[in-house]
Structures are given as structure tokens and as C-alpha cells.
């Protein structure tokens, strides 16, 4: 008889049983079966999650859209279909639910992959989790309520004596999702450079010693996440991302400092 497919399980890395730095990992056997279960009640309740937060979207939604439409500087967005009107209030209902729902949801998928991580990385990453949130809404504000509306005093006044400017809110919002999006997640380098350096993968001497690659790496991407070709736009963009790289090197000197005594106390045992 042919064997079930089994995949190692692991209890609850958030028990407040026990340390982990004490215990040592313990892992149970789960199949196939009892694996994809547990899939699907991770989507259930991320699903649950986005619908109880679509409700307040909903009654967000109308005060956002004059605040998109404001920050666009236009009186009005242009409809080119019968139903484009209601079809954007529900995708901004949306994308408010995923912004409100994001915890729930990152938490999901995290309690997902836990199992198959040792104690030690499941500690060192959960310990990071409220920094990635964070500071992905740093990012977000600082382009939704700074970056943007620069970039739209630059687009709506280019060349108005040529061009009226009256774009519609499809053009606005994906506008405002690709800049909002690139920042938050630009804004994660000091969380991924801790883990490397904690995880011992780069030290922050190599860090340090790429700060001329990192700068060229930062004004590649400003010019990916700035969709105007003006270098003061793209430079508003780029001098915060290089200022949370040099912040991203304290942390990982701090992560270094932590996996050193880490080694120094398995060695004093």
C-alpha cells in the first residue's frame, strides 16, 4: 500500500509555553491532506478578514476619492464607460479592506510557513514582523501624502498651454499604487539587511563597503517608482531610500551584535 505524503508540522510557534531559545524542535508529522486543510483555513479566515474590512471600506471610500481627486489637482475624473463610475468607488472599497486587512493577512501566511522553520528562525523573524509593517506605512504616507501630490503639480502643470490635463481614474490610481507601493517597499531594507546580518548571509562590513553600488541601486529604482522623468521628483524619491539604507547598516550591525552573542552563549553551554 502506497504511503500518505507526509510534511513536517511543528506546534504553535506563538504558544507562550516554554522559551525557545530553551526547548529544543519538535516536530510531528502532518499529511497531505491535513496540510491543505490548513491552507484553506488560512485563506478562510484571511478572506473573513477582507470582507469585514471591505464594510468600512465602503464608507471610506467616498472621502478618499476626493482625496485622490484633490491630490490630482482635477474638479473631476473622466468616465469613459457607463459603468466605470461604480466599478472604481468598489476598488478603492477594495483597496481600502486590503490596506486595513494587511496584518491579518501577512500574520496568515506567516502562521502558515511556521511550521517548517526551526525556533530559532521563527523567533528571529516574528521579533521583525512589526517593523515590516511599520514601516511599509511610512513608506506608503510618505509617497501618498508627500511624493504624489509634488509629482502632480509637476504632471498637471507640464506644458498646459499644449495639454489639458484630465486624466481618468484608472490612470490616477495606478499612479498612486505604483509610487505608494514602491516606497513601502523600499522602506524594508532595514528589516532584510537586520535578517541577513542576523542570519549571518552578509556582514555589515560588506554593507558598509557597498554604499557606492547601493546608490546606484537606489537612483535605478527611484526612476522605476517616480513615473516622471524630472530629476527633482526622482530625487525626492531616491535621498529617503538612501537614508533608510544607511539606517538599514545600524541595524544590521545590531543584528551582527545579537548573533554573536548568540554564538557566545551556545558555546558557554
Do not use: W
Not at 151 to 177: G, N, Y
Amino acid at each position: 500500500m502506497a504511503r500518505a505524503l507526509k510534511i513536517p508540522k511543528v506546534r504553535n510557534p506563538f504558544s507562550s509555553s516554554g522559551s525557545d531559545v530553551e526547548e529544543e524542535d519538535v516536530f510531528e508529522e502532518m499529511t497531505l491532506a491535513e496540510h491543505l486543510e490548513e491552507l484553506r483555513s488560512r485563506i478562510v479566515r484571511a478572506c473573513v478578514a477582507i470582507g469585514v474590512a471591505f464594510i468600512i471600506g465602503v464608507i471610506l471610500a467616498t472621502p478618499m476619492l476626493h482625496l485622490i481627486r484633490d491630490t490630482a489637482q482635477v474638479e473631476q475624473f473622466d468616465q469613459n464607460d457607463v459603468t466605470e463610475g461604480i466599478t472604481d468607488f468598489f476598488k478603492v472599497a477594495l483597496y481600502i479592506a486590503l490596506a486595513i486587512a494587511f496584518p491579518v493577512i501577512f500574520y496568515q501566511v506567516f502562521a502558515f510557513i511556521a511550521p517548517g522553520l526551526t525556533k530559532k528562525e521563527r523567533r528571529i523573524i516574528y521579533s521583525s514582523l512589526p517593523f515590516v509593517v511599520i514601516l511599509f506605512l511610512i513608506g506608503a504616507s510618505f509617497a501618498f501624502f508627500f511624493a504624489i501630490p509634488r509629482a502632480f503639480k509637476f504632471l498637471s502643470s507640464f506644458q498646459s498651454d499644449t495639454f489639458e490635463f484630465s486624466p481618468t481614474f484608472c490612470s490616477v490610481a495606478a499612479f498612486f499604487i505604483q509610487v505608494s507601493l514602491g516606497m513601502g517597499i523600499a522602506f524594508q531594507l532595514p528589516v532584510v539587511m537586520f535578517l541577513l546580518a542576523r542570519l549571518r548571509i552578509v556582514s555589515p562590513k560588506r554593507m558598509s563597503a557597498s554604499r557606492r553600488y547601493a546608490a546606484v541601486a537606489v537612483l535605478v529604482s527611484a526612476a522605476l517608482i517616480t513615473p516622471t522623468p524630472d530629476p527633482i521628483n526622482m530625487m525626492i524619491v531616491a535621498v529617503p531610500i538612501y537614508v533608510i539604507y544607511e539606517l538599514g547598516i545600524i541595524f544590521a550591525k545590531i543584528g551582527a551584535h545579537r548573533a554573536r552573542n548568540d554564538e557566545l552563549a551556545s558555546a558557554g553551554d
